[in-house]
T-cell receptor
């Protein structure tokens, strides 16, 4: 079992819809979680991080964390074609180690 | 503020050779992590350096090594290159290297082994 698992995708949503990306983790030592967006041929770009249970909102993006269920999610509201990318979930420990999931590829269709 | 700089951007090497990649972190950042990214394996953690010490290590063979200098710049070395080492190598820097300190990636070095 991988330490960080993401829904395999690919995920396709129409423009304006809500895209839901999910991630589970097995290392209870993970204290904080990160969502990165990676466009094809580019390096990952940090979108959001979260370390407290609950929701964290930033514009059209909402990250959700449930430590009891070891579950992290990212919601993208009003999805745009420019949101089409691979989204990587990562868990980080206080010892400096970050573990990434394999990513979920999102396509937003106009 | 300058971002994370990786050099070179592209590299072609022959099997059996060795290669050294460089990463200059964001000014003030003391933690540098290295990752290998391939289409089949995703983003795999190689190692992390903090204040010139290797603090974390992934599951890669000893052919992969690294170091960090006093100015936080880091190098990664791969000896006896194999075809399977062809990948995008990414480094990421963060301020403290703790789980709460977000990491920022460089543009990567695309290594091709022929």
């Amino acid at each position: 079992q991988k330490e960080v698992e993401q829904n395999s995708g690919p995920l396709s949503v129409p423009e304006g819809a809500i895209a839901s990306l999910n991630c589970t983790y097995s290392d209870r030592g993970s204290q904080s979680f990160f969502w990165y967006r990676q466009y094809s041929g580019k390096s990952p770009e940090l979108i959001m991080f979260i370390y407290s249970n609950g929701d964290k909102e930033d514009g059209r993006f909402t990250a959700q964390l449930n430590k009891a269920s070891q579950y992290v999610s990212l919601l993208i509201r009003d999805s745009q074609p420019s949101d089409s990318a691979t989204y990587l979930c990562a868990g980080g420990t206080n010892a400096g180690k970050s573990t990434f999931g394999d990513g979920t590829t999102l396509t937003v269709k106009p | 503020k300058a971002g994370v700089t990786q050099t070179p951007r592209y590299l072609i090497k022959t099997r059996g050779q060795q290669v050294t990649l460089s990463c200059s972190p964001i000014s003030g950042h003391r933690s540098v992590s290295w990752y290998q990214q391939t289409p089949g394996q995703g983003l795999q953690f190689l190692f992390e350096y903090f204040s010139e010490t290797q603090r974390n290590k992934g599951n890669f063979p000893g052919r992969f090594s690294g170091r960090q200098f006093s100015n936080s710049r880091s190098e990664m070395n791969v000896s006896t290159l194999e075809l399977g080492d062809s990948a995008l190598y990414l480094c990421a820097s963060s301020f403290t290297g703790t789980g709460i300190s977000e990491a920022f990636f460089g543009q990567g070095t695309r290594l091709t082994v022929v």
